[in-house]
């Protein structure tokens, strides 16, 4: 490996390393779920339908399973889809740094680490569609997503120093647990008429909570702990929207609309 420059600006980090779990796709502030991405449940089905998918994804230590069942059906006017999927992962990366710097008292500080992680977790996702057509061009939608994660993740990162002072640990060894929960739900009124006029109308309503505790025990060069760090997040969001579009003809080259988004 290349040594790099060492008249680059105070600060710069340079990294390299082989990421050993090709589908790894962390949700922000967090190492999770890379199947964990919201799926379509599609239009409302015009005859039953059962769909079961079945797959595995290779990672570090053994594959993750993961499978999807969908099933539909329509009575009457009344049509509804059901999509379920089901995720686990597990996987490791090992990381490679470089480090240029300068420390408290303004000396060069030059150190190289490797961080040796694990990750882990499972999660779900369900989102149920119902269409129900009330009368002919007059349909009232509806949508459920339900999403859950849990991870489990630890590592550790060794730092040597090639000039300058320590800093207060160079053996850390760190975990981070912690889940997230997803719930949106939404209503779409649609009204189509004879003379060319619609109406579409929609309300929905979202909440989710990401709770993690990242903890950090480190050790000096000696040998000696040195280093104690724990720490808690709890974020919760939640939210409601509505929008809606009223258009009509006039005369043969002109229409109207009218709208709002709140």
């Known amino acids: ?30 190492e999770s779920s890379p199947m964990a991405r919201p799926s ?12 079961l998918r079945v797959g595995a994804g290779y990672m570090k230590f053994r594959p993750g ?4 069942l969908t099933y539909g059906d329509r009575q009457g006017a009344l049509s509804w889809t059901l999509p379920l999927s089901l995720y686990q992962w597990k996987g490791g990366h090992i990381t490679e740094s470089e480090r240029v710097a300068r420390d408290g008292l303004n000396a ?29 061009g007059y349909t009232l ?15 550790r990162t060794t730092t040597s120093v090639l ?4 800093p207060l640990s160079v053996d850390d060894r760190y975990t981070n647990r912690g889940e997230w929960r997803n719930l949106r739900g939404s209503l779409q009124w649609v009204r189509r008429d004879d003379d060319g006029s619609s109406l579409d109308a929609y309300i929905g309503a979202h909440a989710s909570r990401r709770f993690l505790r990242p903890d950090v025990d480190g050790n000096d060069a000696a040998g000696q702990h040195t280093l104690t760090r724990q720490v808690t997040g709890d974020n919760r969001e939640h939210g409601a929207s509505s929008s809606g579009k009223y258009a009509r003809p006039l005369w043969e080259h002109h229409s109207l609309s009218l709208g709002w988004d709140v």
Request: glycine fraction near 10%; aromatic fraction near 6%; charged fraction near 20%.
């Open 40 to 51: 379509s449940a599609g239009e409302a089905p015009r005859k039953r339908q059962l769909e």
């Open 141 to 155: 939608n509806g949508q459920v997503f339900a999403q859950r994660n849990q991870f489990d993740n630890d590592g």
């Open 108 to 136: 060069p500080l030059h150190t190289t680490s490797t961080q040796d992680g694990r990750f882990a977790g499972d999660g779900f996702s369900f989102s149920p569609r119902l269409a129900w057509q009330l009368a002919p």
């Open 1 to 30: 490996r290349s040594r790099l420059a060492t008249n680059r600006p105070a600060g710069v980090v340079r990294s390299c390393g082989k990421m050993l779990a090709n589908l790894r796709s962390p949700m922000p502030g967090t």
């Open 65 to 68: 399973p993961n499978a999807s």
């Open 163 to 166: 000039q300058g002072q320590p």
